[in-house]
């Protein structure tokens, strides 16, 4: 039985693997350099708004007011994308959970329970009464997956590494325009 439970958790591993590789490639399709650059650009913007706001600093908010309509043409080029992204992924999600979850579950038709959690550990909607079944497994070696992956093929979710460099080529453009 021990066993059994064992080929049931890698073989759900191994799907979230799948899954997690075909959303990463999707947003890897869709999302380029240039964008994260953008979200990046983006996230300075507002960060420097908020530090402008909070000290009161006029003379910084206004100027970048000037830039409020520029910014907001970048969020909206990129919000599409990430829509994009998103809606692929959840057709995706909810096509594949029905047909995986099918393959784990009893003969009398309950979900089949795939390993257990220590007493007195439920995690709503990871496992219920100690029992860890196809979804909450599924999401658990998602994201354990999901971190490993990206970095191995090189995909990003936070643009602060993108944001350091999108932040020096800002700086360096101000100082073009200021040298002139």
Known sequence: MRSSML??????????????FITLAIRKAV???EDMEKMAEIQAYQRELLNAKRKNDQKTIQKLEKKKEYIQKLNAEVSKKNMIVMFASLIIFFTFYPLAAGFFITPD???????????????????????????????????????????LLGISF???EVGKHAEKNVKDKKQETGKR
Do not use: C, H
């Open 31 to 33: 999302l380029k350099r």
């Open 109 to 151: 038709g309950q979900p089949k329970t795939i390993g257990y959690m220590p007493s007195g550990l439920d995690i709503p909607f990871i496992a219920s009464e100690g029992k860890l079944q196809f979804y909450g497994w599924f999401i658990l070696s998602f994201f354990a997956v999901n971190s490993p992956l990206a970095k």
């Open 7 to 20: 080929v049931d958790m890698l073989s759900i591993m191994g799907m979230a693997g799948l899954l997690a």
């Open 158 to 160: 936070s643009v602060s």
